[in-house]
T-cell receptor, first 109, second 115 residues
Framework: DAKTTQPPSMDCAEGRAANLPCNHSTISGNEYVYWYRQIHSQGPQYIIHGLKNNETNEMASLIITEDRKSSTLILPHATLRDTAVYYCIVFGGYQKVTFGTGTKLQVIP | DGGITQSPKYLFRKEGQNVTLSCEQNLNHDAMYWYRQDPGQGLRLIYYSQIVNDFQKGDIAEGYSVSREKKESFPLTVTSAQKNPTAFYLC??????????????FGQGTRLTVV
């Protein structure tokens, strides 16, 4: 079973920040939070990951709560090309990697 | 360049036939995975392998088989026992016990259609 819960869909106006939430209340100490996105009929693309500190790269920011039970992916200035399904997964150690159903983000012109 | 290669990109199969999907990686990763994705759905784990000559069933292994004779290769056979094989299949690899490789975790997928 997937270890994360995400809303099935979200809309965001082009140019605005997209904030995608993820709940992972059963996360354990050695598990990282990863975010991937999948554009239709392609392999998922890595976005960002973190353990407990907030992280930022050229694509996005990741905010992880202090108790690590939830996180938010932030796309600071969403564009139409950011329309995709976004997956939040937790992974660590010698585990199988399982995905939930993700959040379908629709960026609106 | 290092990466994961899936072939073919599109595959057609007649009902009742077995078909094998190829997945090759040159990342020196020990762990490899197969996922299935149906339209509008998330990724479901079929089989995974943490090391050569060893593999485990995922959540939907029925009707599928795998082998892991080489570190670089993890072929998936869709057998005639799989009742609804039409789907998008994704292969992935990682270093077990460590973080998911951030640069090339997934292949680009094989779309299988039963005709």
């Amino acid at each position: 079973d997937a270890k994360t819960t995400q809303p099935p869909s979200m809309d965001c106006a082009e140019g605005r920040a997209a904030n995608l939430p993820c709940n992972h209340s059963t996360i354990s100490g050695n598990e990282y939070v990863y975010w991937y996105r999948q554009i239709h009929s392609q392999g998922p693309q890595y976005i960002i990951h973190g353990l407990k500190n907030n992280e930022t790269n050229e694509m996005a920011s990741l905010i992880i709560t202090e108790d690590r039970k939830s996180s938010t992916l932030i796309l600071p200035h969403a564009t139409l090309r950011d329309t995709a399904v976004y997956y939040c997964i937790v992974f660590g150690g010698y585990q199988k990697v399982t995905f939930g159903t993700g959040t379908k983000l629709q960026v609106i012109p | 360049d290092g990466g994961i290669t899936q072939s073919p990109k599109y595959l057609f199969r007649k009902e009742g036939q077995n078909v094998t999907l190829s997945c090759e990686q040159n990342l020196n990763h020990d762990a490899m995975y197969w996922y299935r994705q149906d339209p509008g759905q998330g990724l479901r784990l079929i089989y995974y392998s943490q090391i050569v000559n060893d593999f485990q069933k995922g959540d939907i292994a029925e009707g599928y088989s795998v082998s892991r004779e080489k570190k670089e290769s993890f072929p998936l056979t869709v057998t005639s026992a799989q009742k609804n094989p039409t789907a998008f299949y994704l292969c992935a690899s990682s270093i077990p016990g460590r973080r998911i490789n951030t640069e090339a975790f997934f292949g680009q997928g094989t779309r299988l259609t039963v005709v």
